[in-house]
T-cell receptor, first 115, second 114 residues
């Protein structure tokens, strides 16, 4: 079966442009997470979706960041008016439910570079 | 709040050496504990997990035991290979407070030389 798929794998854009990153979770996974990983750093939580509940946006660093998810399928993370400090790998993960013993399944990430 | 503390890297070993990567945690409730591995250019993969005290998670020669008394979940492997070179993340998921957002450590880089 397919794992978590993210696209594009790499994105280079100019400062000030908007970017949209896509995540296809594993089919049937109700929970979806976005993280940011700066070079050589750990994971920074951004946003969490669970089913049709309101998302937990507590990790979004500014109002330039937003994310959507349609039902229990694809999610998009949008960064408006990109800045150089937005350069990072953006990782998406999904898991099969709300049980706290459920592991996360990660995509390979989108490497975003802001010139 | 919850937190995970890992030993700082990089950890540099020769092939066939014994590996320990320390992980300690603080949690409000009774968490599940995980180790993930990240190979270069890839996302994280689950390596092993444990969901209650004294459980031992194991996979691919790696082991970790959930020690509630010392709030630790140290990762060990008896004989590392060059292919084990990666970044290892310790994480917890705590059901108290209703949050399903895991807490990750900062990661420990492992470099294994032939």
């Amino acid at each position: 079966g397919a794992g978590v798929s993210q696209s594009p794998s790499n994105k280079v854009t100019e400062k000030g442009k908007d970017v949209e990153l896509r995540c296809d979770p594993i089919s049937g996974h109700t929970a979806l997470y976005w993280y940011r990983q700066r070079l050589g750093q750990g994971l920074e939580f951004l946003i969490y979706f669970q089913g049709n509940s309101a998302p937990d946006k507590s990790g979004l660093p500014s109002d330039r960041f937003s994310a959507e998810r349609t039902g229990e399928s694809v999610s998009t993370l949008t960064i408006q008016r990109t800045q150089q400090e937005d350069s990072a790998v953006y990782l998406c993960a999904s898991s099969s439910g709300t049980g706290h013993n459920q592991p996360q399944h990660f995509g390979d990430g989108t490497r975003l570079s802001i010139l | 709040g919850n937190s995970v503390t890992q030993m700082e890297g990089p950890v540099t070993l020769s092939e066939e050496a014994f590996l320990t990567i320390n992980c300690t945690y603080t949690a409000t409730g009774y968490p599940s504990l995980f180790w993930y591995v990240q190979y270069p250019g890839e996302g994280l993969q689950l390596l092993l997990k444990a969901t209650k005290a004294d459980d031992k998670g194991s996979n691919k020669g790696f082991e970790a035991t959930y020690r509630k008394e010392t709030t630790s979940f140290h990762l060990e492997k008896g004989s590392v290979q060059v292919s084990d070179s990666a970044v290892y993340f310790c994480a917890l998921s705590d059901p108290s407070g209703g949050s399903y957002i895991p807490t990750f450590g900062r990661g420990t880089s492992l470099i294994v030389h032939p």
